[in-house]
């Protein structure tokens, strides 16, 4: 398994800014995931965030609205750009340490005004 | 393509009584079928997994048994408890690193 944090666990923001969120693992792993938890739905995966290449992005996200950084094996930041109200969410980021299952982080409350 | 049906909910049970949360799967080939719980203000928990036909994945008093001639997954507990009140998401992982999530289902035990 794996430990993960996620900071900030939660914030309000004003449409129009960006929010980064930060996720940290504690022991090296290959692959990251970012999700998106919509008010009482299930999650949706955003993107796959690997260690020294550019993040694969799911149809319907984009680089431009949601960028990534993955610096080094146990750290990843998710970036939500010029917000909007649909952009409030839970963001989720996992990490798949041996290839076979998926542990989560706590996740990141986002409300936008 | 590959998809993850679940039961909708939310599911109201009293304490003790026997819970059964449906789930069925679409996929190719042998895919591995899991159990995740989010606890209210939390993020997901592993629950359980199985990865192949006739496993039987238990933990914390819930089991599923990974059913390929029915393509199910359904999940069980005998005597649930007010702690056991949460959602439940059923997810499947294809011979790839993604997870594909069904839609969940909330869990209500009343004492």
């Known amino acids: 398994s794996a430990v993960i944090s996620q900071k900030p666990s939660r914030d309000i923001c004003q449409r129009g800014t960006s929010l980064t969120i930060q996720c940290q693992v504690d022991?090296?792993?290959?692959?990251m995931f970012w999700y998106r938890q919509q008010p009482g739905q299930s999650l949706t995966l955003i993107a796959t965030a690997n260690q020294g290449s550019e993040a694969t992005y799911e149809s319907g996200f984009v680089i431009d609205k949601f960028p990534i950084s993955r610096p080094n094996l146990t750290f990843s930041t998710l970036t939500v750009s010029n917000m909007s109200p649909e952009d409030s969410s839970i963001y989720l980021c996992?990490?798949?340490?041996?290839?076979?299952?998926?542990?989560f982080g706590p996740g990141t409350r986002l409300t936008v005004l | 393509g590959n998809s993850v049906t679940q039961m909708e909910g939310p599911v109201t049970l009293s304490e003790e009584a026997f819970l059964t949360i449906n789930c069925t799967y679409t996929?190719?080939?042998?895919?591995?079928l899991f159990w995740y719980v989010q606890y209210p203000g939390e993020g997901l928990q592993l629950l359980l997994k199985a990865t192949k036909a006739d496993d039987k994945g238990s933990n914390k008093g819930f089991e599923a048994t990974y059913r390929k001639e029915t393509t199910s997954f359904h999940l069980e507990k005998g005597s649930v408890q007010v702690s056991d009140s949460a959602v439940y998401f059923c997810a499947l992982s294809n011979n790839t690193d993604k997870l594909i999530f069904g839609t969940g289902t909330r869990l209500q035990v009343f004492p």
């Open positions: 996929a190719t080939g042998y895919p591995s």
């Open positions: 996992s990490v798949d340490p041996s290839r076979d299952t998926q542990y």
């Open positions: 022991s090296q792993v290959t692959m």
